[in-house]
């Protein structure tokens, strides 16, 4: 970002998780996690973070689906869809 166009707050969008995968044939459940560990946020984020939203995303190949924070060995589920649909999404603010 440009120096000079800094403003006060900044606005962005984080994607994280399994973002190419296979699915093996014939099978009823099938499980992918996918992290984003501290020693990678300390080097993105050089300041605090406000989560403003989230939402899964898996298309039709979903069923299910959870996002959670892990912090200070505290763990807090931000969102967990034990029904995904792709039609309606759920979005948690």
């Not at 959870?66 to 792709?86: G, H, Q």
Request: positive net charge; glycine residues 6%; contains cysteine.
């Amino acid at each position: 970002m440009c120096p000079l166009l800094r403003r006060q707050y900044e606005s962005g969008v984080l994607i994280t998780g399994v973002q190419l995968f296979t699915l093996p044939p014939e099978r009823l459940r099938y499980e992918l996690i996918g992290t984003c560990h501290s020693t990678c946020t300390r080097k993105t984020f050089k300041g605090p973070v406000w989560v403003t939203s989230v939402w899964n995303h898996m298309h039709y190949a979903g069923r299910s689906g959870t996002i959670e924070l892990i912090r200070n060995n505290t763990s807090s589920f931000i969102i967990n869809e034990t029904s995904y649909s792709y039609d309606s999404p759920q979005v948690q603010n």
